[in-house]
């Protein structure tokens, strides 16, 4: 069975270019007076600042595609789909935006020709485009034989993805059976960190603003009945669906006592949360831990989980370290969670990203 990281990403040279050429979020550039000499990468809302150490430090492991190779190779991925990092083309002016994620998804694709079998990807979308230039890049997608569905993040057209304008998009993507795999970026506002918020590092967005932002942004589908109006727009979750499968309970219990959407005829005839996590929702692995997936296996069931490591972030911190504790910490989980069952296991591992992203064996 082979190994499948399906939740790993990249920034392309044609990206790599555009995050060199600006000094506001997101941009790469070196500070002359920081302790560590090289570029930085800046790309998160809160950590443009000194205090945050203006971002982390951006190498090779993030823009060239040998490095990608060489790390699957030290932990035994055959194959990766990569994927574009945040925040993807979200903050690109609308009129260059649909020109710039054609040559992004054009260099991803000839990045996994020129590694045949190896490499598979989720395209990008220009969200800041017309809805009509998102549907064409859709469209164009599927002529390209590496893409296997698009990559996300929460903000869709500029105000979340309950946006009813989203539903020409959600339309092509279901008609063209294109996953979405859906990804955070921009975490809770700052306030909820608190003063000291800088004293702890990335730890508080990262480990909690991250979730959180995936679980509301998937809670929000729901609500505004996503799902009813699209019946087989498939999403892979990242991050084990946030914290969608340990608060699927809640939600739906606050739905049944909700006497505003009572009033509004909005609890009978709906699809549950349990319902579109067992079939429009797929999770990948990369929650750290075994008990976290147990919950994601309970919830959408071992064949519809897969292994993902998050390249190239979570680097280990002793430079000389060559496993990386962020891709192990994922495998044991696997092997942990599932027990002796190494039939679930291996089709965690890699069996079910082959499956439903369709990867020649
Ligand atoms: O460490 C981080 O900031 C990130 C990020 O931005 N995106 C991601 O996929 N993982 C970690």
Redesign the pocket.
């Known amino acids: 069975m082979p190994v499948v990281d399906v939740h790993t990403?990249m920034y392309p040279p044609a990206y790599m270019d555009l995050l060199r050429s600006r000094d506001t979020v997101p941009y790469v550039k070196s500070f002359p007076d920081h302790p560590s000499a090289g570029d930085r990468l800046i790309?998160?809302p809160a950590e443009d600042t000194a205090s945050t150490s203006r971002g982390r430090p951006i190498g090779k492991e993030y823009y060239d595609v040998k490095e990608k190779l060489a790390f699957m190779d030290t932990h035994d991925i055959d194959v990766s789909v990569i994927s574009l990092?945040?925040p993807w083309l979200d903050w690109l002016p609308p009129d260059s935006a649909a020109e710039t994620a054609r040559r992004v998804n054009d260099d991803v694709e000839r990045m996994c020709a020129e590694h045949e079998g190896r490499l598979y990807a989720f395209g990008t979308l220009p969200l800041s485009a017309s809805v009509e230039h998102v549907v064409e890049e859709i469209e164009r997608l599927t002529t390209l034989p590496h893409m296997r569905g698009i990559v996300m993040g929460t903000s869709g057209l500029g105000s979340g993805l309950d946006d009813p304008a989203l539903d020409p998009i959600y339309a092509a993507l279901e008609k063209e059976k294109q996953l979405i795999f859906l990804?955070p970026?921009y975490g809770l506002p700052n306030a909820v960190y608190g003063e000291r918020a800088s004293d702890y590092g990335?730890v508080l967005p990262?480990a909690l603003g991250f979730p959180l932002e995936t679980t509301i942004a998937v809670t929000r589908m729901l609500l505004s009945g996503v799902w009813d109006r699209f019946p087989e727009l498939n999403v892979l979750v990242a991050h084990s669906g946030g914290t969608l499968p340990f608060l699927a309970g809640r939600i739906e219990s606050c739905i049944a006592h909700d006497a505003h959407l009572k009033k509004e005829g909005k609890i009978t005839n709906r699809r549950s949360v349990w319902d579109i996590l067992r079939k429009n929702v797929y999770l990948d692995a990369v929650i750290y831990a075994d008990v976290g997936l147990k919950a994601a296996i309970d919830a959408s069931g071992a064949d519809r989980l897969m292994f993902g490591t998050?390249h190239p972030?979570?680097p280990p911190l002793d430079e000389n370290a060559v496993e990386w504790e962020s891709v192990t910490l994922n495998s044991k989980a696997v092997k942990s969670a599932l027990g002796g069952n190494k039939e679930a296991a291996d089709a965690i591992m890699g069996g079910n990203a082959a499956r439903i992203l369709r990867l020649p064996s």
Request: cysteine-free; aromatic content about 16%; proline content about 0%.
């Open positions: 990403h790309i998160l990092a945040n990804h970026h990335h990262l998050d972030f979570f």
